[in-house]
């Protein structure tokens, strides 16, 4: 502020004053605050966790995953604020370095083939991954696991006896951090090299008649068969949500909860 020579007082100076605290304020609470969840995805090229990724992203968290092949091949713009490890699961020391500072992690690995193949990539590789982030102080542990199809079971037994071992383990080592998502089918567009599976034709009305159906699923023998598909955006949302939201509940997640969760806004 100044004084003119008829003893007047000037505002010029003020008005700058005034404009510059409030362009300093303006731009404080434009600027974002720094991610505090670091979050590492575990196959975060697949399917399922390209999906995890791209909600996580979008939520403002930081984002990296780790996978035998390293970046993925998905060209949208959310990959490039994801940070890609190359690593392999059943050599657990590569997985440290990606661990650094994280407080949550998501697990998609699992895979088919032979019943000793089955148990070392959904059970082996993810035991060794559950132990190694509770070493390194990781929070919560969300896994992508699989709803129980009776028959089914017993047909793939190396896959199921993988993924419910991984189970047991993340029960145990993280006993208030753990959760455990089992989804049944899971549809959405799947792209498999140049190659785009539009799997929801088939999944979409069937989740829309199932979801109602849960008394069906308790039929012996046929019950399984009722177990409504899920979409795998829902997945990823409540995947995203368990793993950062420390009031979600640890423990199993079934499918119709999976469904129930996703319609719930996030806080």
């Not at 510059?20 to 605050?33: H, I």
């Not at 190359?86 to 083939?113: N, R």
């Not at 039929?219 to 949500?241: C, D, E, H, M, T």
């Not at 079934?254 to 996030?266: A, E, G, N, R, T």
């Amino acid at each position: 502020m100044a004084i003119s020579n008829n003893g007047r007082l000037l505002s010029t100076d003020s008005n700058v004053v005034d404009q510059t605290l409030r362009s300093n304020s303006t731009e404080a609470l434009d600027a974002k605050p720094p991610p505090t969840e670091k979050l590492l995805v575990l196959g975060g090229n697949g399917f399922v966790g390209s999906h995890i990724c791209r909600e996580a992203v979008q939520q403002g968290l930081a984002v990296s995953s780790l996978s035998r092949s390293g970046r993925s091949s998905l060209q949208d713009s959310w990959a490039n604020d994801v940070v890609w490890h190359q690593g392999d699961l059943l050599s657990p020391d590569s997985l440290k370095p990606a661990l650094s500072e994280v407080t949550s992690v998501i697990s998609c690995v699992g895979g088919f083939g032979s019943n000793s193949h089955m148990y070392k990539i959904n059970g082996t590789a993810n035991i060794n991954a559950i132990q190694a982030a509770s070493e390194q102080g990781v929070k919560r542990f969300v896994y992508i696991s699989a709803a129980d199809f009776g028959l089914v079971n017993y047909l793939l037994r190396g896959y199921y006896d993988g993924k419910r071992a991984t189970e047991a383990e993340l029960t145990n080592k993280f006993p208030d951090g753990g959760i455990i998502l089992r989804p049944g089918f899971i549809h959405g567009m799947r792209q498999v090299g140049s190659i785009k599976l539009p799997l929801s034709i088939i999944g979409a009305p069937l989740e829309m008649v199932l979801k109602h159906a849960k008394p069906l699923t308790l039929i012996p023998l046929i019950g399984p068969l009722f177990i409504p598909p899920v979409k795998v955006s829902s997945v990823a949302k409540v995947a995203v949500r368990a793993a950062i939201d420390p009031l979600f509940p640890t423990g199993i997640v079934d499918v119709f909860q999976i469904l129930q969760h996703s319609q719930q806004k996030s806080a």
